[in-house]
């Protein structure tokens, strides 16, 4: 695989948090690159309650939870070190955790074993960060949160469209983006110039570990919902775009819907394969 730019800070915070001696440290270390609320003095228990509040308010605002969920399965995309993973294996019972990076997946592993029901999981490694070796068909949701909008254009157009393809027909894909925005004119060209200079032996690997150049430097698309839903329309039904109420964003054929617990700067897209 080639370095291909947008990977470099996955692959970095991936090897810090791999030379780290126990969960809390790899919260203290990296735990920014996750969620951005968190602190440096947070532990695992406190980041991982972050997703405990997040997972169920998701689920119940899109729909998702009904008297079945326990016998459902589901695929998360860019599960990082399993802050809204234990979560999930309370509500489903079979999560497939998928990250970019080997190292993210290991500590997943161990965060449910110690928050969540392991019993529950297995990881997937996305070694090119573009395909989910999984059969067709093979779950009920598939989930992404905080994930496509680091992905180079064309990888987030191919990871959502595997996510289609694993999705059973009639269950539910569920998938967070970024939307556009006015600061994007300085943020998109400087994220470009961020993540030509991770490219450089040495370099590349202090930039990608420190917050403010990683953080410029996996800026990398603001694809719209029409850019992602058109091509496979003919595959979906039921298509939701979920955004702010201060947000404008709009899908062609879409429902739209609003809450205000999402990120005016985030929209999801909830559809469902045919
Ligand atoms: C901001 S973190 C969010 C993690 C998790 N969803 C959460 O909310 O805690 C983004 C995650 O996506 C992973 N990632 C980035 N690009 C990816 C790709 N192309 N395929 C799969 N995972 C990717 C990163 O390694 C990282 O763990």
Known sequence: ??????????????????????????????????????????????FVATGDSEVPAYLTVFGLRDADTEQQSMI???????????AFTREYGSVVASDLDAGFLERCYETVGQFGKIDRLRTLHVADG?????PPNSVDVAFSYITFQHCDPDDALELTSE???VTKPGGRIVLNYRSRSSIDVIVLPLGGLVRGLFRVPGLGGWLA????????????????PDQIIGPLAPLLRDVEVWRNPKSKVTGYQASIKEFDGINKNHYWIVATPR
């Open 1 to 46: 695989m080639g370095r291909r730019g947008q990977l470099v800070p996955w692959k970095s915070a991936g090897r810090i948090t791999e030379r780290q001696t126990s969960g809390d440290e790899v919260v203290k270390t990296t735990g920014w690159v996750f969620n951005n609320e968190t602190g440096s003095t947070l532990t695992l228990e406190q």
């Open 76 to 86: 998360e995309i860019g599960c990082g070190i399993g802050r809204m993973t234990c």
């Open 130 to 134: 573009r395909s989910l070796d999984l």
């Open 163 to 165: 996510a289609v393809r």
């Open 209 to 224: 570990s420190r917050r403010f150049f990683a953080r410029l430097g996996w800026q990398a698309n603001r694809l719209s």
